[in-house]
């Protein structure tokens, strides 16, 4: 895991932190792909459910992949809480979001990009 001090954290329009980007680590894990560090099978590891998830209900990111230079990149959501399933529960969309702010107080939700055609998977941001 990435030391804080190399995570871009974006605060709310009241100064409190309102999510961790995870730009930094991106760009570090391609800059040693790249370099020839780190092996394609360590970075295209999705796991199947979600690769299931990202081709099933997937957010398009308008961004192209820049492992396999093919794939759409698309953003995968899922939500964490005591109230919530121990693996979590995954979000389709921006009104899942909304329903689970009013009935579940406490939640951190992970948003990872994945391309479903090498694999690729990275943590996005959480919030
Ligand atoms: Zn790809």
Known sequence: ?????????????????????????????LRRYKAGQVA???????????????????APSGQVCEICE??????????????????????AGSDELDRLRETVTEFTCYVVEVCPQCHWNHLVRQF
């Open 40 to 58: 394609k099978n360590d970075v295209c590891d999705a796991h199947p459910d979600l690769i299931r998830a990202a081709k099933a209900i997937g």
């Open 70 to 91: 093919i794939g759409d990149i698309v953003h995968v959501s899922y939500a964490f809480g005591p109230k919530l399933p121990p693996h979590g529960r995954c979000i």
């Open 1 to 29: 895991m990435y030391p804080v001090s190399e995570v871009f954290q974006r605060s709310g329009p009241n100064g409190r932190l309102a999510g961790i980007e995870y730009l930094l680590a991106k760009k570090d894990l």
